[in-house]
């Protein structure tokens, strides 16, 4: 495609002021404006059929082909003129919902030698397979006078997975952590479930836990000592309705749980406990069965990922009742969510409160710093007046949702979305070493 830049038609509108005078003043040369046009075209066509055509230049395009949701994916777009070549060219890139451009598509590639090249900084927003559109190209003729534009289809895809860059990082880091302080041994003998040995009873030794016949017989005060039951049954049941599908700090807050649920099952497994993965919105999901060992540590990832966004209102009732029928030994079920309005909360609260009799309950809740921010903000408006008030509404009935949970026995846990996962690690551990599971 060739069609004239700005600069050709700011050239030949300037002609006509003066034609204009002119044809008033020397009605004979009327013509004049008319060749002046003609003149303009001329110089256009000429620029259109000198330098490099259309369909001369190669393109590409280099891309990862999978990348977790909410990392950066950087697009290297490369050109090479085999003939004459401009000195600058113009690209943009066709992107697919799943993924965005901070900074735009478009991108200004300098030529040198016949090639260029240019980084289009990228973020997954979103998970899914991600197909790139068309790339379009662009450069003016020597004169700067006609664009020469063309569009090249690209079948270039990116599986945007969920974030395990927290797995991977602090994963094992996490497991090594609490091995190098004592608590696997703590874990493994102490105050647990499950008999392990005898031993001499010593000061600050928990005086129930003496064995009163076995000291009677070896003429020597003998202790109980008891291993913590290891194959505990840990639930990650994620609220995937149209709440937890909104963006909390440019990423939906689903795959925030999921990278926090990815990061604790990780730990869970290398515990020796047995990990599940629960998912519903309007209706029940996905519903996998316990697993353990680490290396299950894949069938939980692909379980997540395809968890899909969805737009229905999110059914606890359904959901929490399905779930607690599956489940036919005491569990920790951490239900990530997300109160939405009063109602809503209500009935899960009804819901949920079916499951305490046998299972230990984990609400896990994000801080939504721009609710905070706007009701903390000074107004300058009435209409920042109004949006303040309804943050602070909102605030409101979320703490009073969370008072409530609390008062009726659950556990609760609300963190910033960076530290999510890492404080439910540390809060699955504490409830492990207590002997709570």
């Known amino acids: 495609m060739i069609y004239p830049t700005s600069r050709a038609i700011w ?22 404006g008319i060749g002046w046009t003609l003149f303009v075209f001329a110089l256009v066509a000429i620029d259109a059929v000198t330098g490099a055509w259309p369909n001369e230049p190669q393109a590409m395009i280099a891309i990862a082909n999978s990348c977790g949701v909410g990392h950066e994916l950087p697009a290297t777009i490369g050109l090479r003129f085999p003939g004459a070549a401009p000195r600058h060219a113009e690209a943009i890139l066709e992107l697919p919902e799943l993924l965005t451009a901070p900074s735009g598509a478009r991108a ?21 397979v991600a197909k790139l559109g068309g790339l ?24 945007v997975t969920p974030d395990i860059r ?8 996490l497991f090594l952590r609490s091995a190098m302080h004592g608590l696997i041994a703590q874990l493994d003998r102490g105050d647990g479930a499950e008999f392990e040995s005898l031993a001499d009873f010593e000061p600050g030794m928990d005086r129930r836990a003496i064995d009163w016949k076995q000291s009677a017989r070896h003429a020597r005060l003998l202790a109980k000592e ?52 629960f998912g519903f919105d309007a209706r029940p999901r996905i519903a996998s069965g316990s697993v353990s060992g680490a290396r299950a540590f894949g069938l939980i990832q692909r379980l997540a990922a395809e968890l899909d966004y ?12 399905t779930l607690g029928g599956r489940l036919n030994r005491r569990s920790l079920i951490v239900v990530f969510t997300e109160f939405s309005d009063p109602t809503s909360a209500e009935l899960m ?16 809740v994000l801080d939504d710093q721009e609710l905070t921010d706007i009701a903390a903000a000074p107004p300058e408006s009435a209409d920042d007046v109004s ?51």
């Open 11 to 32: 050239l030949a509108a300037a002609g006509a002021p003066a034609a204009l005078v002119l044809g008033v003043l020397v009605p004979g040369y009327w013509y004049v």
């Open 108 to 128: 200004g590639i300098a030529i040198a030698a016949g090639q260029g090249g240019a980084t289009l900084p990228l973020v997954a927003a979103r998970r899914g």
């Open 136 to 159: 379009w190209l662009r450069w003016t003729g020597p004169m700067g006078l006609a664009w020469k534009q063309r569009c090249d289809p690209q079948d270039a895809r990116v599986i």
């Open 166 to 173: 927290p797995v991977r990082e602090r994963g094992a880091h």
């Open 226 to 277: 008891f291993r913590t039951e290891r194959n505990n049954h840990v639930v990650f049941a994620l609220d995937a309705g149209r709440t937890m599908c909104e963006p909390l700090d440019g990423v939906p807050r689903i795959d925030r749980a999921i990278s926090a649920a990815l990061l604790s099952a990780y730990v869970a497994l290398k515990l020796g406990d047995r990990v599940s993965l």
């Open 310 to 321: 969805s737009t229905e209102e999110t059914n606890y009732t359904l959901a929490l009742t």
């Open 349 to 364: 609260l009804r819901a949920a409160t079916r499951l305490l009799d046998r299972h230990l309950v984990l609400f896990v």
């Open 387 to 437: 949006r303040a008030v309804t943050a602070a509404e909102l605030l409101r009935e979320r703490r009073i949702v969370v008072t409530r949970l609390r008062h009726a026995g659950f556990h609760v846990l609300e963190s910033p979305h960076n530290r999510v996962g890492l404080k439910l690690v540390a809060f699955y551990i504490d409830l492990k070493r207590r002997n709570l599971l």
